[in-house]
């Protein structure tokens, strides 16, 4: 079950499901609360028998978003719970959940994207080329709000780093009553244009990409509200623009609407990522009421959240890593700020409060860097309370006021389960229960499955433990060592060693008769900001250490065939397999590097920047943590693996890399992929 959620009566739970005889396309299912009856809501092929080929527009959003499915991939609730809205096709149905009745919204050649519900339920908004538009679902009038965009400029639209990089997805946001939405105005016209080329198998397309590298001209981003109250439908509503400062290079990262709708909350970045400010803008206006500012800052870097809450009595809760790990800090009316989790542990994602009981539910890896919890804490602080049980990975969404959570839950032998459960964490009712049994499609391979083993060894700098996990076939011993196999990430904002249910890529290789071996090096997440920061500006150096500590701890066991042991990852992984090979020449008997980025210079501004300043400013970081500079140490025999048309880490990494080694007369192999972007499938 996907993307699972309570209605906001919390009377059902709606979640997505893949169709029994075709596992891409999904359907939109409800549960009635009740009684735990679960019934399908909306079948997406009887609704678009044969859906239209994606622009390209929408194949980009849904590679940033990580939509891999087909049918309903995205839905939203009304406020009232009593429709969904389903974008489907290209198109807008609003669903009625009690007689499942739907009308289609529109119907138009162009693509609507960004759908949603208006919160008090008298509009559905979307974006039809590159502009805002309203339907009101009263009397079914369409009315553009601007008009302005084509081309370069979009309103209401994440741009590209946006999406990929900060994890938003929209450009605009609807007021609590349904009478203003802030909207971001992008104008891409200063980002560089990169020629990238779709080879698919039987064509080759040329799209003009503004793609910011990193030390490049970033798109021009400004915020505006549209006032609904000022024009009628075949009016032209007022648009004021928001003050974000007289610095234009900055990031538009997040943006809330106070539970009045009197002020409006902007999270702005600086371009370098070390100063993270909250502005609490007046939407009438645009005007910044500065005594409200909430600033912090870092020497080097400020990742971002999703979690800010804001409070009836004019307060807010968001998630902050000034004390080195990420905690919950609560910011009165009267501007006072207090943390109200602590510790050396960290807070995943805030997931619900109730104002009323003074309760705040989240999310976190308290117990253990390897277990994902819910918990819940006074909206005063005090001691956390664990409400989730098991030794493994929840992830939870709280109903409101508390109500019950809806929970997926795995562990080393327990594939996602998905149940609704009371707020003391007693399962009320199965959503998905997926038991492991002989009905199961894993059924044929559990005499054959191989349970992952866990520990911690000594990080390069001999001080900080680094955890890891393996997988160690049954025929594998000091009288027949086994060849082993290295999996590594290694980059920031990823943790490959968790004690939920593991990808069944892992047991393939295991059931193969490999040992696979993953650990965590400094710098990924989940285990402090400390423990990310030694990487700043000298990625590809520092991680590498760890994992040839990680490797001298695996060729001393006496059950592994130490001259052959390979090294393989994907994306970061990619260039981690790479910059690991090169520099410490004939340690790995092979390596496979998937989509890797072999030159940060080439890589997008918000990611790149975050981690390694600009080219300009820091040239020797750059030059080392390139692949191009290590070049001379290449001995492993190394297979690269890239797709066709990857508009994240755009083809010209591998092509240019290809290009080096034949012309130092350097044997590889490749595999490259028509057609396919940055997560071949």
């Known amino acids: 079950a996907r993307n699972v959620q309570f209605s906001p009566d919390g009377s059902r739970i709606s979640f997505l499901r893949a ?104 509009f559905v908004s979307f974006i039809r080329d590159q502009n805002l538009w309203i339907h009101d679902l009263s009397t079914g009038e369409e009315r553009a709000l601007t008009t302005e965009g084509g081309g370069d400029i ?34 891409e016209s200063p980002v560089m244009v990169v020629e990238r080329f779709g080879i698919s198998a039987d064509a080759v397309s040329v799209s003009e990409q503004r793609y910011p590298r990193a030390g490049t001209p970033n798109a021009l981003v400004t915020l505006h509200v549209i006032d609904l109250g000022s024009g009628d439908m075949g009016e032209k509503a007022e648009i004021a623009e928001m003050d974000l400062g007289s ?41 910044e009421d500065t005594t409200r500012r909430i600033t912090e800052q870092a020497d080097t870097w400020i990742n971002l959240a999703h979690d800010l809450q804001t409070l009836a009595g004019g307060g807010l ?26 510790g050396d542990w960290v807070v995943d994602s805030l997931e619900a409060v109730d104002e009323d009981s003074g309760l705040v539910w989240f999310a976190g890896w308290r117990d253990s860097p390897l277990e994902r919890h819910l918990y819940s804490v006074n909206l005063d602080g005090g001691e956390p309370q664990r409400i989730t049980s098991g030794e493994g990975r929840w992830n939870v969404s709280v109903g409101s006021g508390g109500s019950g959570f809806i929970g997926t839950y795995s562990d080393i032998d327990t594939p996602p389960s998905t149940a609704l459960y009371s707020i003391a964490g007693e399962r009320i009712a199965w959503v998905e229960e997926n038991p492991l049994n002989q009905a199961h499609p894993y059924a044929p391979y559990l005499a054959r499955h191989v349970r992952p083993e866990y520990g911690t ?45 593991q ?27 400390a423990f990310e920061a030694p990487l700043h500006l000298r990625m590809g150096i520092l ?53 890797p980025v072999t030159d940060w210079a080439l890589y997008d501004t918000h990611y790149t920047e975050r981690f390694m300043s600009t080219p300009q400013d820091n040239a020797d970081g750059y030059d080392a943590g390139s692949v191009f500079a290590h070049l001379d140490g290449y001995q492993t025999p190394l297979l690269i693996i890239h797709g066709m048309a990857d508009d994240n ?33």
């Not at 990494?653 to 499938?681: C, D, K, N, W």
């Open 19 to 122: 169709k029994d005889d075709d596992r891409t396309v999904q359907d939109l299912w409800a549960m009635d609360v009740a009684t735990g009856e679960a019934y399908l809501l909306v079948d997406a092929r009887q609704l678009v028998p044969e859906e239209r080929e994606l622009t390209e527009a929408e194949i980009q959003f849904r590679e940033r978003a990580r939509i891999t499915s087909s049918g309903v991939v995205t839905y939203q609730w009304d406020e009232t719970g009593a429709a969904v809205l389903v974008p489907l096709d290209g198109d807008v149905f609003y669903v009625d959940v009690e007689s499942t009745q739907t009308r289609r919204l529109t119907e138009t050649e162009t693509f609507e994207t960004d759908a949603k519900v208006s919160p008090n339920g008298g």
């Open 154 to 187: 979009s309103w209401g639209m994440a741009e590209f780093v946006a999406q990929e990089e900060m994890s938003r997805y929209t450009g605009y946001w609807w007021s609590p009553d349904d009478s203003r939405i802030a909207v971001a105005r992008v104008d």
């Open 247 to 287: 610095d234009t290079d900055i990031y538009l990262s997040r943006v809330n609407w106070s539970e009045s709708g009197e002020t409006l909350w902007v999270q702005r970045q600086n371009r370098a990522q070390t100063q993270w400010d909250l502005l609490a803008l007046d939407p009438r206006t645009g005007a």
């Open 317 to 342: 809760l968001y998630l902050s890593e000034q004390s080195g790990f990420r905690h919950i800090r609560h910011v009165g009316a009267d501007g006072v700020a207090r943390d109200i989790t602590s």
């Open 457 to 501: 060894l000594m990080a390069a700098d001999g001080q900080t433990e680094l955890h890891w996990q393996m997988y160690r076939p049954d025929h594998c011993t000091a009288a027949t060592p086994c060849p082993a196999i290295v999996q590594v990430y290694g980059g920031p904002g990823v943790q490959t060693v968790t004690k939920g249910w």
């Open 503 to 529: 990808s069944l890529r892992d047991q393939i290789l295991a059931q193969s008769g490999y040992v696979l071996f993953k650990v965590d090096n400094r710098g990924s997440s989940n285990r402090g900001h």
């Open 543 to 595: 991680e590498v250490e760890d994992q040839l500590a990680g490797l001298d701890w695996l060729q001393a066991r006496d059950f592994v065939d130490a001259d052959r042991v390979g090294l393989w990852g994907w994306s970061y992984g990619g260039y981690m397999t790479l910059m690991t090979t090169l520099q410490a020449p004939g340690r790995f008997a092979a390596g496979i590097a998937g989509a």
């Open 649 to 681: 880490v755009t083809f010209d990494h591998s092509t240019r890399l290809f290009a080096e080694l034949q012309e130092r007369g350097q044997v590889f192999e490749m595999m490259t992929y028509p057609g396919q972007r940055h997560g071949i499938r």
